[in-house]
């Protein structure tokens, strides 16, 4: 999972990058980069950590031109702890191009060496980012055959990209001299959209709406499935169809926890979308529960707070914030001679005991998936005097991984996986569980925009959207998943402080 920009402007787009992905941040928290344009040059600057501590102002000088890219990273394929790793990426030739990619390809390996022994190209990296770039960039090679570069070339690279590259991609790459090309894989996974700027023209595409918004753009359109989009660098954009068979099929987990509340994505604000995931799990939290015998609603921050506040509405119960969360926990230092120590949740959140004591409570999460964490936060509970302890997930269980750009664990890792409700509701020790089903959380999301034929909810329904995924696909897609470190801080979105169960 990463945040992707592109920026075409007219006046210089280093601070409207950097802004761009402060605002994508919580997409991840491994890596950024920004790429510009001045003349025919680029200037690229990347480096693992987050955004305020890549970028000093001696990085943004020496970042001038009026269009560019930037990606913040979570690795979910490669090297985790490799630099060059870190996007976007670049390759001299054709034309000279550089990339930055959301998403996950599923046949990365067989494209590496057909890259190698077919086209003649080195790929120097464990990305599957730089593999879909020298694709491009061959396809492009093909299309152009020497010559100079029309529109209806790249919209041909496109298509032949199409054909060769499986799995997810949302990509935004910049062609030396000519312009922006974004374009977004035949069933739409990952997420991407296009907006401008009504005082100056300028042209800016972005994982989500909330980036448009926070730097001053109005969002036009989502990028369709199987889309290309090319913008000149005078801000004139063309746009084609590239697919076969296009059709709209989103990851569902972008709407239960991955993306911002604030943003809108394929038409379904994110907010509203868990809303509706409350209302649907209030109904199931009734056939479970008594709602006579709950006492509170609390939240785990954040993302499930309002799907806490739908369900307790609904059920009219009280609805209190029982944790805060430290929003400073820094990385663990390890001295030599140390073990690694792993922050503990008691480090990330702190319970507000008067909420807890004598109450049966009902916790609600957006999604459990290794469970420790769950199991953590209802012995918590109990420590703060609480009387039982209820949790309910605004999500199904989590059975299966994703091979779509969410580093989910193995299904060895998954509470869920191969357990009845009632094994995992042992494991985490609350009194009782209760669980989205898969259908009303398609439902719940799903008449926000009844343009949307199905959804990518994989890690629940085992049902992965492309068709082409076997049981060794995703041994081998495991096997070739980031490797931690001894003295590595876990930076997975699935295991920060407003997060479940890492």
């Known amino acids: 999972m990463c ?9 210089p787009v280093n601070q409207l990058i ?35 501590d890549v970028f000093r102002t001696r990085n943004m000088r020496a970042l001038p031109g009026n269009c560019g890219l930037g990606q913040v990273r979570y690795p979910t394929a490669g090297n985790a702890f490799s630099e060059e790793e870190a996007q976007p990426f670049y390759v001299n030739a054709p034309f000279g191009i550089v990339l930055v990619h959301n998403g996950n390809l599923t046949n990365a390996q067989a494209l590496k060496a057909d890259l190698f022994n077919t086209d003649h190209r080195h790929i120097n990296t464990e990305s599957d980012s730089e593999v879909l770039l020298n694709v491009l960039a061959d396809e492009l090679d093909k299309a152009t055959r020497g010559k100079v570069l029309h529109e209806q070339d790249v919209f041909a690279a496109v298509r032949a990209v199409h054909k ?77 169809q590239c697919a076969d068979t296009p059709r709209l099929s989103p990851c569902i987990f972008e709407y239960v926890y991955l993306a911002r509340p604030d943003s809108v994505m394929d038409g379904i604000s994110v907010y509203q979308a868990r809303l509706n995931l409350g209302e649907t799990l209030a109904k199931r939290v009734v056939s479970t529960v008594p709602p006579r015998e709950i006492d509170v609603v609390i939240p785990i921050p954040e993302s499930s707070r309002p799907s806490a506040m739908q369900l307790a509405q609904l059920l009219g119960l009280p609805y209190r914030e029982g944790f805060v969360k430290n929003r400073y926990v820094g990385r663990t230092f390890i001295m030599p001679g140390q073990g690694v120590r ?48 209820y949790l309910a997930s605004a999500a199904p269980p989590v059975r299966y991984p994703n091979v779509y750009g969410i580093d989910m664990p193995t299904s060895s890792e998954l509470v869920a996986h191969d357990r009845t409700v009632e094994q ?32 990518d909810a994989s ?13 060794a696909d995703i041994e081998r897609l495991n096997d070739e998943r980031p490797a931690g470190q001894e003295d590595a801080e876990d930076t997975s979105r699935l295991a920060l402080p407003n997060a479940h169960d890492a």
């Open 342 to 389: 792993k922050k503990s949740v008691r480090q990330k959140l702190n319970v507000t005991a008067s909420e807890f004591k004598g109450r049966n409570v009902l916790l609600v999460d957006d999604s459990i998936v290794r469970g420790t964490t769950s199991r953590e936060i209802v012995q918590m509970a109990r420590e703060a005097g609480a009387n039982k302890v």
């Open 164 to 240: 060769r590259i499986r799995g997810s991609y949302a990509v935004i790459a910049l062609i030396a001299g000519h312009g922006l090309l974004a374009f977004r894989d035949p069933y739409g996974i990952r997420p991407l959209c296009i907006g401008r700027s009504t005082a100056d023209n300028t042209v800016m595409l972005a994982s989500e709406s909330v980036v448009l918004e926070g730097t001053g753009h109005v969002l036009e359109r989502d990028i369709q499935p199987g889309e290309a989009v090319f913008i000149d660098l005078k801000g004139q954009m063309t746009a084609q």
């Open 424 to 455: 995992v509701r042992q494991v985490i020790g609350c009194d009782a569980l209760i669980y989205q089903d898969v259908d009303g959380m398609k439902k719940a999301i799903g008449a926000l925009n009844p343009h949307i034929a199905d959804f």
């Open 18 to 52: 950097y802004d761009a992905l402060l605002l994508l941040q919580h997409r991840g928290q491994d890596a950024a980069g920004i790429v510009t344009q001045q003349g025919r040059k680029f200037f690229m600057h990347k480096a693992k950590g987050m955004v305020k």
């Open 3 to 11: 945040g992707i920009v592109g920026v075409v402007s007219g006046a």
């Open 459 to 471: 890690c629940f329904d085992g049902v992965y959207v492309t068709g082409d995924i076997t049981v």
